[in-house]
């Protein structure tokens, strides 16, 4: 089945600078690759996602890039903000539609 | 606003009661809604699958008759919880293929 690693799984930065997250996903017909925000007490919600037929995805300060031959994708938010802060999951969907969730990175942003 | 509705977002229940998790999506049709378990500070597991007008499809190690799922219309997908026990106490999560309801928060007493 799909393995998906997350690293860090915690990370700390300042107000205004830059967080990266990474995901490696093991099955190579995996398409589809979500990256949800988790508050505590709350639901995962879906804040950007890409498909395997696209390398970039930029939505404001979000984008997450895809390297299908290293299987490697990233969250990266630039200009962080306090309301940031949360838990952020990478997941990875195949042909039976199961997603397979990262282990998740705990994002502190200090103001 | 929200595409997939789940309710109780909150349950307390004695051990040995069953408690019913719904998880509805609005506005648009599920065949296939997912239901997870959530420990604190850990991932999401999958539980199982839910196919509407079948039977769930359970992860392995996940028994079918202590979480039993019915999802008997496009909209709705259930989950029971049978002689809940309060190592059963937990963050259940229901999704659809993209979208994830908001979670119950289980704790058995």
Known sequence: GENVEQHPSTLSVQEGDSAVIKCTYSDSASNYFPWYKQELGKGPQLIIDIRSNVGEKKDQRIAVTLNKTAKHFSLHITETQPEDSAVYFCAARGGYQKVTFGTGTKLQVIP | ?109
């Not at chain 2, 597991?45 to 007008?53: D, Q, R």
């Not at chain 2, 997908?77 to 928060?105: M, N, W």
Request: aromatic share 10%.
């Open chain 2, 1 to 109: 606003g929200a595409v997939v509705s789940q309710h109780p977002s909150r349950v307390i229940c004695k051990s040995g009661t069953s408690v019913k998790i719904e998880c509805r999506s609005l506005d648009f049709q599920a065949t296939t809604m997912f239901w997870y378990r959530q420990f604190p500070k850990q991932s999401l597991m999958l539980m199982a699958t839910s196919n509407e007008g079948s039977k769930a499809t359970y992860e392995q190690g996940v028994e079918k008759d202590k979480f039993l799922i019915n999802h008997a219309s496009l909209t709705l997908s259930t989950l029971t919880v049978t002689s809940a026990h309060p190592e059963d106490s937990s963050f259940y999560i229901c999704s659809t293929k993209a979208f994830f309801g908001q979670g119950t928060r289980l704790t058995v007493v």
